[in-house]
């Protein structure tokens, strides 16, 4: 759930992290393939949004780009190649 901030520290009872420095969190959303993690960056692009890692392959068989919300907290979208994913 979102909240305003000091409604959400009341909650927690705890002050919230200061994103600037650091990350509590990394959200990921699931592509259902490569196109459709081109397709959100360009809405993010488009949208004005802060991309701070363009899309990519990473350990052979993920495919993904990440971007900040407006308070800083990192998204991914990322698509798992299911059948390049390493067994063992």
């Known amino acids: 759930m979102l909240f305003p901030e000091e409604d959400f ?4 009872n705890h002050e919230v992290s200061d994103t600037e420095k650091g990350s509590e969190m990394l959200i990921n959303i699931d592509a259902q393939s490569k196109e459709e993690v081109d397709e959100m960056e360009a809405l993010v692009r488009k949208a004005g949004g802060e991309v701070y890692q363009s899309a990519t392959v990473s350990q052979s ?3 993904g780009f990440g971007f900040k919300d407006l308070d800083g907290h990192r998204w991914a979208v990322i698509y798992m190649d299911l059948g390049k994913m390493p067994r063992g």
């Open 9 to 12: 520290k009341s909650f927690a």
């Open 61 to 63: 068989w993920l495919y």
